[in-house]
Nanobody
Framework: QVQLVESGGDLVQTGGSLRLSCAASGSIFFIAAMGWYRQAPGKQRELVATIRNNGNTNYADSVKGRFTISGDFAKNTVYLQMNSLKPEDTAVYYC???????????????WGQGTQVTVSS
């Protein structure tokens, strides 16, 4: 089993910044990618940003230029630096990891419990 633990969520004013962290632990042979998703009340979970083990990144259009994802795959950790926050960024942010638990095993998706980000206007 793999556990993902997020931290860094908080209440911040419009224009402020936050840095989210997520650490993966457990039965991990290889992590192919890690990422952040978010879910606002009454809405579906959506992709925020992902980073692959080779360093390739992908961002939702709504956060491009404001958010930066980075990862330390040697430490099974991913970060999300969020700048110029807006009220519409308010959501629970979930960490995701695509993990191969053992040599030759399939890749599985694992999720953290989520961390609340609230941006006040």
């Amino acid at each position: 089993q793999v556990q993902l633990v997020e931290s860094g969520g908080d209440l911040v004013q419009t224009g402020g910044s936050l840095r989210l962290s997520c650490a993966a632990s457990g039965s991990i042979f290889f992590i192919a990618a890690m990422g952040w998703y978010r879910q606002a009340p009454g809405k579906q979970r959506e992709l925020v940003a992902t980073i692959r083990n080779n360093g390739n990144t992908n961002y939702a259009d709504s956060v491009k230029g404001r958010f930066t994802i980075s990862g330390d795959f040697a430490k099974n950790t991913v970060y999300l630096q969020m700048n110029s926050l807006k009220p519409e960024d308010t959501a629970v942010y979930y960490c995701n990891a695509a993990v191969r638990p053992q040599v030759g095993a399939m890749e599985y998706d694992f999720w953290g419990q989520g961390t609340q980000v609230t941006v006040s206007s």
